[in-house]
């Protein structure tokens, strides 16, 4: 089964800051952004355009192992010149390529995409479920068993304070931040981070509201 990259890929790749995150200060530039239906898409680009239409956008390093023996990157831009694919470069102190179905890229929504799609790519490697984007305050929704679980992915900078006011009242909460942050939320939810969602087995990425590790068993593969 294709999969995400080993734990040391990503340290290697990312040794500190999130490659999601608003201070890498990027700079985008677009290589292309004029998109065509494909006629006779692979299986696995059906699976990619579905997992670009459910989250909006995903870097190269997210989406290269859906083909084997490092096929990914190669295939990925030519989708791109294809024009099957937008393709975007990211400079900043990472530097990505970044794919999309979008004609125009958005950077603070495509980075907030981007954690979405970490966790909807790692959780469908041990347990079927579907993902759309979702609407403001969430990035998204993950359909699990049947239960659909909003997605609220959290950035540095953001006013975590005004939270309580602005989200509406949902029965679970899934929030993705890009550091371990404490939420005054009257709700049950399960936080996790966007470097444990790259470096750790899904079933020790997730937290209790107090900080504490919770093993979701239901996500062991």
Same mark, same amino acid.
């Given at each position: 089964m294709t999969g995400a990259l080993c734990v040391n890929d990503m340290q290697e790749l990312f040794p500190e800051l999130s490659p999601f995150s608003l201070l890498n200060y990027y700079k985008a530039s677009t290589i292309n952004d004029h998109i065509i239906e494909p006629r006779f898409p692979t299986p696995r680009e059906i699976m990619l355009l579905n997992i670009l239409k459910s989250c909006g956008t995903a870097a190269s390093f997210q989406l290269e192992n859906l083909w084997p023996n490092k096929e990914g990157r190669r295939k990925l831009k030519k989708l791109a010149r294809q024009r099957i694919i937008a393709r975007y470069k990211l400079n900043g102190k990472h530097k990505l390529n970044v794919y999309s179905l979008n004609p125009y890229l958005d950077l603070e929504t495509a980075l907030r995409q981007m954690a979405f799609a970490q966790l909807y790519i790692k959780m469908r490697l041990v347990m079927p479920c579907s993902a759309t984007l979702g609407p403001e305050p969430f990035? @998204? &929704?993950?359909? &699990?068993y049947g239960k659909?679980?909003?997605? &609220?992915?959290?950035?540095? @900078? /953001?006013?975590?304070?005004?939270? +309580?006011?602005?989200l509406p009242n949902v029965p679970r909460l899934i929030v993705v931040a890009e550091e371990l942050t404490k939420l005054n939320l009257?709700?049950?939810?399960?936080?996790?981070?966007?470097?444990?969602?790259?470096?750790? +087995?899904?079933? &020790?990425?997730?937290?209790?509201? /107090? @900080?504490?590790?919770?093993?979701?068993?239901?996500?062991?593969?």
């Open positions: 990035t @998204g &929704l993950i359909n &699990l659909p679980y909003p997605v &609220l992915v959290i950035r540095k @900078g /953001d006013a975590v304070s005004m939270l +309580p006011s602005k009257d709700m049950d939810y399960r936080i996790t981070t966007d470097r444990d969602l790259m470096d750790k +087995p899904l079933y &020790l990425a997730f937290r209790l509201p /107090d @900080g504490s590790q919770e093993k979701v068993v239901q996500f062991a593969c």
